[in-house]
């Protein structure tokens, strides 16, 4: 039982949200009382079209390097700020936002593994 959100059938779901233009919005609504389908299959389609298109450009690996690559950025900024963060405080509240927002456990591991090798071995070079 949920105390709080939404009760779903659809455990292997999550909700996204978007605010869309009045007219985009208004379109898509007559395209799908006129097609007899709804918006959210509308919706879906277009984004599991999408990511099928963007896999093929970057995998999942990709995106976590590049993602640990401007990670890796900010650290070393921060670093020169006047924030006192520690590295440990930095990968802790990364770990906290990353779960938030829903990207998986593994993912998540993998991101603060690459920053902890990062941090260690100094050998991130990036322009």
């Known amino acids: 039982m949920s105390l709080f959100g939404i009760n779903s ?10 605010h869309l233009s009045l007219w985009v919005h208004s379109y898509m609504t007559l395209y799908a009382l006129a097609k007899g389908t709804s918006k959210s299959k509308l919706i879906i389609t277009l984004i599991e079209d999408w990511v099928v298109k963007e896999k093929e450009k970057a995998s999942s690996e990709d995106l976590i390097n590049e993602l640990v ?51 260690t071995n100094k050998k991130a070079r990036y322009s």
């Not at 059938?9 to 978007?18: E, F, Q, S, V």
């Not at 930095?90 to 991101?111: A, F």
């Open 9 to 18: 059938k659809r455990k292997d779901y999550r909700l996204m949200g978007a």
């Open 69 to 119: 690559k401007r990670l890796t950025i900010k650290w070393k900024g921060l670093k020169t700020s006047k924030y006192n963060i520690t590295f440990v405080e930095y990968t802790t509240d990364i770990q906290v936002e990353l779960i938030k927002k829903g990207i998986s456990e593994k993912d998540v591991n993998r991101i603060i593994e690459k920053l902890e090798y990062n941090e």
